[in-house]
């Protein structure tokens, strides 16, 4: 199982492939284990401090209110009673922790598990390195807009570059984690899973120590050195021959990740087409443009009756308005003559 390797910088295929490793990559896909997996990493730190009190912590004493017969109402013996006003509460809350033990093996498989299930979804890529030159966020965003802002986790190695870090911190779609750090319920709550190369050999080195560490006799103390050299037992060992047809857990992920360099490579080919056919469509249209436009000019620059129109048009507007200059002075006189003679009329 190979998976393309893109270049982060410029997000094409870089011409290398990485195999995915088959103890990881290759399980079978259990709901049930996953499902136990994700609620016990979301309950992991959950707990809740609130105190109601009961009928044990109202004020009050235990004196009867009133006696039990011949007063017509319902026999009461207690006046701090849930069902009295400021009595206490029924079945109220209390401080409460929702950790509960769940088995390494169990939580090791799920994660497995997830990671099987999102090979099938075809939401793992695979980037050389995640180093950038700048803290800038807008030009990360850019880069990575293909996921069109989907919550997506970004794996790296342990010791990864500073500036990456420091900018994930201000894109809230992208999770930035370390292989120690990756559980199931930030994978399902996640739709992309993204790895450097670091990342993916690391996560692999990680997983296969735990899993080593899980199934060895405990009796025996584990020596750090040889931990990390040695593969997991046997029988908990999926064995890979490149020879042979490979048999998958699950069957559906058989040609899933196959043929991917190939139509990538068809994909590209027709988004180049297309962008080709575009700038040949978009230069048709620039030069119909200039053609309708040196037409035009060439018309207007020719055709002398165009020309005697104009002046004619201009000639017509020049008269227009000096005729309503001279109504307005007219008027303007007339005015002040009527005013003037106003004035001069006797008062009677």
Known sequence: MTVPVFQFSSNTYSGENVVLDQDIFNNYIRGDIIHRVYTY?????????????????????????????????????????????????????????????????????????????????????????????????????????????????FVTSSKPCENFSVTCKQLKYIDHLTPEKLNV???????????????????????????????????????PASARKELPIDKFKFDFDPNKELELHTPVLKGSYETIKKNYMEMENLVASIKDKRLKVEQEKIKLKEEKRKMITDELYTDDSWIDRRKNQLKKERRMKALKESRRIEAKQKKKADAAQATAAPKK
Request: charged share 30%; proline share 5%; aromatic share 10%.
């Open 41 to 153: 990493n979301r309950e992991f730190n959950r707990r809740t401090f609130k105190w109601v009190k009961s009928k044990g912590d109202v004020s009050g004493s235990n004196k009867k209110p009133f006696q039990q017969k011949k007063t017509g109402r319902a026999p009461q013996g207690d006046k701090r009673a849930p069902n009295l006003y400021h009595g206490g509460r029924a079945h109220g809350a209390r401080p409460r922790v929702y950790y509960f033990p769940l088995n390494k093996k169990i939580r090791l498989m799920g994660l497995k598990s997830i990671l099987t299930s999102k090979f099938l979804e075809n939401t793992i890529l695979v980037f050389n390195s995640e180093k950038i030159d700048n803290k800038n966020p807008r030009e990360l965003d850019q880069s990575l807009k293909f996921l069109k802002s989907c919550p997506t986790i």
């Open 185 to 223: 319920e930030q994978l399902i709550s996640s739709k992309y899973l993204i790895f450097t190369v670091d990342g993916l050999s690391e996560l692999a080195d990680v997983l296969k120590g735990r899993e080593k560490n899980y199934y060895r006799n405990k009796k025996i103390p584990l020596d």
